[in-house]
């Protein structure tokens, strides 16, 4: 079953504005990635953070966990019309198995 | 000298065919994961292996069926496709141990559509 819910599902900002989103999960966690989906492309990387964290810097990016609320967010600051792409968060547990979210569509205007 | 490589990108088939997506990566791992991703955008993992041994295999027909004939490739074959199997087919790797292992690190897709 699904696991992470991110909202908002679509988020349209102009450049140089912060984009943040939402991520919710049901279970229990050893940690909580973020991904990021270019139109036609796979998904790659962006930061990780574990359980027992409750924030992380990458960059423009900020992670934030709350494991007491289950939730999760990507702060994106100083957005770029490059940001443009769908973000998913992605749940980790004990194995090697992922459970990714829906996503949220990020469009940063020019 | 691309990390996690698909063939063939794109795959248009008619029902009931047979076909075959393979997976390569040279990144040295030895984890390796076989994702769909639908029409709606989620994605859902489908198999994984580990040193060639079948780790995860959620809930997918027996059509799928996945095949790894070493640690660098992960092969899936799908007989008898259905119209429901059109999606983007994403293969992902993660490091062998140490906390790299939960990364994963993905192919670019292969999109298939099923007429």
């Known amino acids: 079953s699904q696991q992470g819910e991110e909202d908002p599902q679509a988020l349209s900002i102009q450049e140089g504005e912060n984009a943040t989103m939402n991520c919710s999960y049901k279970t229990s966690i050893n940690n909580l990635q973020w991904y990021r989906q270019n139109s036609g492309r796979g998904l790659v990387h962006l930061i990780l953070i574990r359980s027992n964290e409750r924030e992380k810097h990458s960059g423009r990016l900020r992670v934030t966990l709350d494991t007491s609320k289950k939730s999760s967010s990507l702060l994106i600051t100083a957005s770029r019309a490059a940001d443009t792409a769908s973000y998913f968060c992605a749940t980790g547990g004990s194995n090697y198995k992922l459970t990714f979210g829906k996503g949220t569509l990020l469009t940063v205007n020019p | 000298d691309t990390a996690v490589s698909q063939t063939p990108k794109y795959l248009v088939t008619q029902m009931g065919n047979d076909k075959s997506i393979k997976c390569e990566q040279n990144l040295g791992h030895d984890t390796m994961y076989w994702y769909k991703q639908d029409s709606k955008k989620f994605l859902k993992i489908m198999f994984s292996?580990?040193?060639?041994?079948?780790?995860i295999n959620e809930t997918v027909p027996n059509r799928f069926s996945p095949k790894s004939p070493d640690k660098a490739h992960l092969n899936l074959h799908i007989n008898s496709l259905e119209l429901g199997d059109s999606a983007v087919y994403f293969c992902a790797s993660s490091h062998p141990s140490g906390s790299l292992r939960e990364t994963q690190y993905f192919g670019p897709g292969t999109r298939l559509l099923v007429l």
């Open positions: 292996y580990n040193n060639k041994e079948l780790i």
